[in-house]
């Protein structure tokens, strides 16, 4: 569980861990205050980018050299998924987005996360923004898997177009 909360954000009194509802949950002691922190998990849209021809995977400014992920952001107000998913991709590539299509959804648990996938064709020449290191090409056939939520939408996919791509370790990119 998330230990965000140690303390009552609106009353100040410690909270303490307690049943509720099936789940444990950090909850305010203090007498008619009421606050149940309930960690709920953040939505987050990924993007499988098709740049010409091939896959697009982009190395995030915080990961260490040689980590390539899928296109990650966190939904706007009001935003809609479908939407987010591209706009994140013209924000962080530069690339014209051409739809998204719904891959599925996953759970990402360290972060608690639910990761929205989406396949998103895209055009255009590649200008990264400050949140990108490096960007790259990999063949279809070519692309191998990390085993948590972003990998295992990227694995579907492949299977999806008829390619079986291999499981490699896992390396802290989302
Ligand atoms: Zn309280």
């Not at 982009?58 to 952001?73: C, D, F, K, Q």
């Amino acid at each position: 569980m998330s230990q965000i909360y140690q303390y009552c954000p609106r009353c100040a009194a410690p909270l303490a861990t307690r049943p509720h509802g099936g789940f444990e949950r950090r909850a305010c002691e203090r007498e008619g205050c009421g606050f149940i922190f309930w960690d709920n998990p953040t939505p987050v849209v990924a993007a499988v980018v098709e740049h010409e021809g091939q896959l697009l995977l982009a190395r995030n400014v915080a990961w260490p050299a040689g980590t390539y992920a899928l296109i990650t952001g966190f939904l706007e107000r009001n935003e809609i998924p479908h939407e987010a998913a591209q706009r994140e991709v013209e924000e962080e590539l530069g690339l014209k987005p051409r739809g998204a299509h719904f891959i599925g959804h996953y759970s990402f648990e360290r972060m608690n996360q639910l990761i929205i996938a989406y396949h998103v064709p895209a055009e255009g020449v590649v200008t990264l923004n400050e949140e990108l290191a490096e960007w790259k090409h990999v063949p279809f056939g070519e692309a191998d898997y990390w085993p948590a939520a972003t990998g295992l939408a990227l694995r579907d996919w492949l299977r999806s177009r008829g390619f079986e791509p291999k499981e490699r370790p896992f390396r802290r990119a989302t």
